[in-house]
C-alpha cells in the first residue's frame, strides 16, 4: 500500500492495482493531513481547524470522529506481525497518527530519488539526470490537488511544489554536464513559461541555446527575463544571470561543455594479482626447462660430431659433459 499526495489524495494497493479514492472534500482533506504528517500525532483541534477552518459546526469532534471512522473503514486490513490486522489510522489521546507501512508515501519515495541523484550529480551527472526523472515522474499533478483548504495541507503542498522546481533545476542542470544540451532546450522553454520568475531557468536556456550554437536566441532570453522581471518585480535580473549574459557575449570558454570527470578503475584485488604472478613464475620455470633440454641435445649432439671427450666430473664448461665415473668394487 502508498499513501500518494503528488496530486489528488489516493490510496495505491501496488499489489492489485487497485486505487482508493476519498469520496468527498472533508475525507480528502483528512487524508491529506494525515498523510502529510505520516507518523506523527496531529491533534483533534488541528483536524477540525483542516476541515471546517473558522465555522467549525456544533458537536465538531464527533464529526471529525465519523469521518475517521469512515475513512478506516475504506482501508484494507492485511495481515500484520502475528497475524494482527494492521491499524493504519491510531488514536491518541490528543489526536490521530497515520502509520503508511511499508510502501510509505510517493512524497517519501521523491524525496529520497531527489536526494540520490543530487548526490550523484557531480561524479555522474547522466546518472543524476536518470534519478531526478524517475523521482519527477512520480507527480499526477499539483499536490494534494483539491485539498488545501486548510493549513496543513496547504503548507505541505507549497513545500512540496518548491522540491519539485528545485529537482526540476538540478535535473536539467544534470543534462547539460551530461552533454544533452540539444535534449532539453524545449523543456526549458516551457519552464521559463510556466515559471517566468524563476532566474534559474533562463540560466539554463541560455547556456542550452549557446552550446547549440543559437548565440541570438540565448541573448533574447536573457532580454525576455528581464523585460518580464521588470515588468513584475520591477526589478533587473540578478549578477549571476547578467554574469551569464555577458559570458554569452564575449563567448567565454566557461560556457564550452565541462570535461567528463575521470573514471576511477576499481583497483585490483589482491588476491587476483598474487595468482597472476604464480601463474607467470610457472610459466617461467617450465620455459627454463626447455632450454636447459634443449641445450643438452644441442651440446650432446657436438659431442658426438666433433669426438672431443667428455668433461670431468664437475666441469662447467659450455658445450661439454660429464664423463661416467668407474663403478666402486665392493
Known amino acids: ?112 530519488l531527489a536526494l540520490e541523484g543530487r548526490q550523484a550529480s557531480r561524479e555522474d551527472p547522466a546518472r543524476a539526470a536518470e534519478l531526478l526523472r524517475q523521482a519527477l515522474s512520480l507527480w499526477r499533478g499539483p499536490a494534494l490537488e483539491g485539498s488545501t ?25 544534470a543534462s547539460l554536464r551530461a552533454g544533452r544540451h540539444g535534449e532539453v532546450t524545449g523543456e526549458l522553454e516551457e519552464l521559463t513559461c510556466d515559471h517566468p520568475l524563476r532566474e534559474g531557468f533562463y ?16 541573448l533574447g532570453v536573457y532580454d525576455r527575463a528581464r523585460k518580464r522581471l521588470v515588468h ?13 549574459m555577458e559570458a554569452i557575449l564575449r563567448q567565454d570558454p566557461v560556457l564550452a561543455l565541462p570535461e567528463p570527470p575521470p573514471v576511477l578503475r576499481p583497483a585490483p584485488q589482491l588476491g587476483g594479482e598474487i595468482e597472476r604472478l604464480n601463474h607467470r613464475i610457472e610459466a617461467l620455470r617450465l620455459q627454463q626447462e626447455q632450454l636447459l633440454r634443449r641445450f ?13 671427450p667428455a668433461c670431468p666430473a664437475g666441469c662447467a664448461a659450455p658445450g661439454h659433459r660429464t664423463a661416467p665415473q668407474p663403478a666402486a668394487h665392493a
Open 1 to 112: 500500500m502508498q499513501f500518494r499526495i503528488l496530486g489528488p489524495v489516493e490510496i495505491q494497493d501496488e499489489r492489485t492495482g487497485l486505487r482508493i479514492l476519498p469520496t468527498g472534500t472533508k475525507q480528502r482533506a483528512l487524508l491529506g493531513a494525515l498523510v502529510a504528517k505520516a507518523g506523527r500525532e496531529v491533534s483533534v483541534q488541528r483536524l477540525i481547524d483542516e476541515l471546517w477552518g473558522a465555522h467549525p459546526p456544533a458537536g465538531a469532534a464527533n464529526a471529525l470522529q465519523a469521518h475517521v471512522a469512515r475513512l478506516r473503514r475504506r482501508l484494507p486490513r492485511p495481515g500484520g506481525p502475528a497475524g494482527r490486522p494492521h491499524e493504519w489510522i491510531v488514536t491518541r489521546s490528543l489526536g490521530y497518527v497515520l502509520h503508511p507501512g511499508p510502501g510509505g508515501t510517493d512524497a517519501e519515495h521523491f524525496q529520497r
Open 149 to 173: 483548504q486548510g493549513d496543513i495541507c496547504a503548507a505541505e503542498a507549497a513545500q512540496l511544489e518548491e522540491h519539485r522546481v528545485s529537482a526540476l533545476e538540478v535535473m536539467h542542470e
Open 203 to 218: 540560466d539554463l536556456l541560455m547556456v542550452a541555446l549557446y552550446r547549440c550554437g543559437r548565440q541570438a536566441e540565448a
Open 232 to 244: 513584475d518585480l520591477g526589478v533587473e535580473p540578478g549578477p549571476a544571470l547578467r554574469g551569464r
Open 296 to 308: 643438452e641435445q644441442l651440446t650432446t649432439a657436438d659431442g658426438a660430431r666433433t669426438g672431443r
